[in-house]
T-cell receptor, first 115, second 114 residues
Framework: AQKVTQAQTEISVVEKEDVTLDCVYE???????LFWYKQPPSGELVFLIR??????QNEISGRYSWNFQKSTSSFNFTITASQVVDSAVYFC????????????FGKGTKLSVKP | DSGVTQTPKHLITATGQRVTLRCSPR?????VYWYQQSLDQGLQFLIQ???????AKGNILERFSAQQFPDLHSELNLSSLELGDSALYFC?????????????FGPGTRLTVL
């Protein structure tokens, strides 16, 4: 069965530090998609990135970067030079198998960035 | 702003009551998904509709039901409410039916059952 594990429950850093959020997934599908969402204190879920299983290129978007490694079933997320506004809960998600598109979420990692 | 709207933002009700949560998808999206976020269960998929038809079912209780209307908005009905139903309910939408689509989430409806 599909599963997403975010082993880090809470991380606290000081502003300008780099931080990596870990995500490990399990799936038997050969085609799947991985996602990261951000949930700030206001509560909404904000889409950050989608990656398909055939694209192992790392991606960088501003201070955000993602490292997808099929060999270790990991899809880690790094924030460079963290800022207070990055404080949020970050969720990693995996598309469920078959033709449905529903997502399986990890438990989330709460990131606190202190000034 | 994701373009997905949900009403109401907050809902406080009593055990045994019935409530309806409403969701309007992004313009052009045909799929609507409902998720429940609670402290103990995390984010869980409830049900998916595509162009008016039920497409997939997750951990949705029999007391809960949903539908998608011809104008593509969706409603989630929760009945015989229990304290444990208190949660944040999200609606998400995507263009297609399958795994390739990105789901954009609404702001959520926070349900409190007293």
């Amino acid at each position: 069965a599909q599963k997403v594990t975010q082993a880090q429950t809470e991380i606290s850093v000081v502003e300008k530090e780099d931080v990596t959020l870990d995500c490990v997934y399990e799936t038997r599908d050969t085609t799947y998609y991985l996602f990261w969402y951000k949930q700030p204190p206001s509560g909404e879920l904000v889409f950050l990135i989608r990656r398909n299983s055939f694209d192992e290129q790392n991606e960088i978007s501003g201070r955000y970067s993602w490292n997808f490694q099929k060999s270790t079933s990991s899809f880690n997320f790094t924030i460079t030079a963290s800022q207070v506004v990055d404080s949020a809960v970050y969720f990693c998600a995996l598309s469920d198998g078959g033709s449905q598109g529903n997502l399986i979420f990890g438990k989330g990692t709460k990131l606190s960035v202190k000034p | 702003d994701s373009g997905v709207t949900q009403t109401p933002k907050h809902l406080i009700t009593a055990t045994g009551q019935r409530v309806t949560l409403r969701c309007s998808p992004r313009s052009g999206d045909l799929s609507v998904y409902w998720y429940q976020q609670s402290l103990d269960q995390g984010l869980q998929f409830l049900i998916q509709y595509y162009n008016g038809e039920e497409r997939a079912k997750g951990n949705i209780l029999e007391r809960f039901s949903a539908q998608q209307f011809p104008d593509l908005h969706s409603e989630l009905n929760l009945s015989s409410l229990e304290l444990g139903d208190s949660a944040l309910y999200f609606c998400a939408s995507s263009v297609g039916t399958g795994v390739e689509g990105t789901q954009y989430f609404g702001p959520g409806t926070r349900l409190t059952v007293l």
